[in-house]
């Protein structure tokens, strides 16, 4: 089953994507980065309730289906390529959640912690708005990733 991923960066098929980017650059912003908070509180929540899921942290994250993948693009980082992706690690563990059950839906009624454990058992799914039918499932895996070639 094909995988996606998508970046700034120009990669050619055979270039591998090594976990841990995110993390890095949410790092080295330090509290300036917009997601600081965010990622903190979820990555401290996660080591308490859910240890054996991989960090986002220290991640890659893919997903699934060419119109997430489009949807996402468009939609948050216009600009990006999508790549065609392999795990190089088959056997690491990988998480499938909502990325939109962390962005911050006040007007859900949920509180955080609701929120963070919907995210980390993947049962809490947001339609996103302007896609009809598409969500928005993201897969984090500690596993790098392999780029097959450009969509």
């Known amino acids: ?7 700034r960066n120009e990669l050619v098929s055979g270039d591998v994507v090594e976990p841990g980017n995110f993390g890095k650059i949410i790092a080295e912003a ?11 509180k979820l990555e401290a929540f996660r080591q308490q309730h859910y240890p054996a899921k ?18 996402y693009r468009d939609s948050r980082t216009p600009g990006d390529t999508i790549y065609e992706v392999e795990l190089v690690d088959i056997e690491a563990p990988v998480h499938r959640a909502c990325m939109h059950a962390i962005q911050g839906y006040p007007e859900s009624g949920f509180t955080e912690e609701q929120v963070f454990h919907g995210y980390w058992t993947g049962s ?21 990733l392999r780029v097959v070639g450009k969509v």
């Not at 089953?1 to 970046?7: A, E, V």
């Not at 980065?33 to 965010?38: A, D, N, S, Y």
């Not at 809490?124 to 895996?141: A, K, M, Q, R, T």
């Open 124 to 144: 809490l799914w947001f339609p996103v708005h302007g896609y009809p039918g598409i969500v928005w499932d993201e897969f984090v895996s500690p596993s790098a």
């Open 1 to 7: 089953m094909p995988l996606y991923h998508s970046t």
């Open 54 to 71: 991989p960090s986002r942290l220290s991640a890659t994250f893919h997903t699934d289906k060419l119109d997430t993948a489009v949807a």
């Open 30 to 40: 330090g509290e300036q980065h917009k997601l600081w908070e965010r990622e903190n």
